[in-house]
């Protein structure tokens, strides 16, 4: 039979499209099939790290998840938590700034929320100096209004018993604070497991995740005479400017604890949740937190 040169034509576009078809099916198996794959697991320079869906609680990432870790300023995450879990708690009641507050600060060498002696500044204000510009001395103030006893060295033991049993009450085992604000004697750790279930719980509150996803903030506050000034507090933790979906939570640095963060960010109605302890420098925490953050969203 003879086939005239339409015909081969005919015959060879038909090949032609057939071939093109199956390469475009080929290819959208093959892409289906990268979008598919897990993501590597990212390498991090802190010592120790961990992730978990919020919603579900799902481990997302580990790296010495459960080795016990000097925790710095990230220790005021459970400061505010006992706080806030007083019962009948008034957060417009006020605390007057004392001096020793103040003195405790410059013997520390401690970060600060430049708190003024004499001046009467409300617990949620307190809340704000704590979380915001890491104030020691608005964890001290704390620590002195929430804790019992006559004396003030009586209140703040008590206020850092408050913590340890809000650390046993969540099933944080290898946790222990001998602190209000991270600034130790030798036994304030934590893991990167234990202190992203403590941050998932104090999430639960409206008021704290308030305070946490605050970039900076301007209070009056009333001063000795009966007058009044504005504080204005900036966060220290510029994830929430530099990360998309971040919603808090806590910076933490100190010679034995170097870099610390735990950190939170909602994307698409999930929310994740983390800490990374020991980083080597504010660098590469950030680095740290962002990578696995994103290795986190695409699981």
Do not use: E
């Not at 003024?116 to 409300?122: F, Y």
């Amino acid at each position: 039979m003879k086939i005239g040169i339409k015909g081969i034509n005919r015959v060879s576009a038909a090949a032609t499209v057939a071939l093109t078809a199956g390469a475009v099916i080929a290819g959208s198996v093959f892409a289906s099939t990268a979008q598919a794959a897990t993501p590597p697991t990212p390498t991090i320079t802190a010592k120790g790290g961990y992730v978990m869906n919020n919603g579900t609680a799902k481990t997302l990432f580990t790296k010495a998840a459960d080795t016990r870790r000097s925790t710095g300023s990230t220790t005021k995450i459970m400061t505010a938590k006992v706080v806030l879990s007083q019962k009948n708690l008034n957060l417009d009641s006020k605390v007057t700034i004392q001096k020793a507050y103040s003195d405790y600060i410059v013997s520390k060498g401690a970060s600060s929320a430049r708190l003024i002696v004499g001046d009467k500044v409300t617990v949620r204000q307190l809340l704000y100096g704590l979380m915001l510009p890491s104030g020691c001395d608005a964890a001290y103030a704390l620590a002195d209004k929430f804790g019992s006893g006559t004396t003030r060295a009586a209140r703040v033991k008590s206020f850092v018993g408050k913590m340890n049993a809000q650390a046993k009450s969540l099933g944080l085992k290898n946790t222990h604070f001998d602190s209000f604000d991270g600034i130790g004697n030798g036994s304030n750790y934590s893991t990167p497991r234990d202190l992203t279930k403590l941050a998932s719980s104090a999430m639960k509150s409206s008021t704290f995740r308030t305070v946490v996803k605050t970039k900076s903030t301007k209070q009056k506050v009333t001063t000795k005479s009966g007058g009044y000034r504005y504080m204005s507090w900036s966060n220290t933790n510029t994830m929430l400017s530099s990360y998309s979906g971040a919603i808090g939570v806590k910076t933490g640095s100190g010679p034995t604890a170097k870099y610390c963060l735990v950190f939170a960010a909602t994307r698409n109605g999930k929310t994740v949740i983390g800490t990374v302890l020991s980083s080597t420098n504010a660098t590469n925490r950030s680095a740290d937190m962002k990578k696995i953050m994103d290795y986190s969203f695409k699981k």
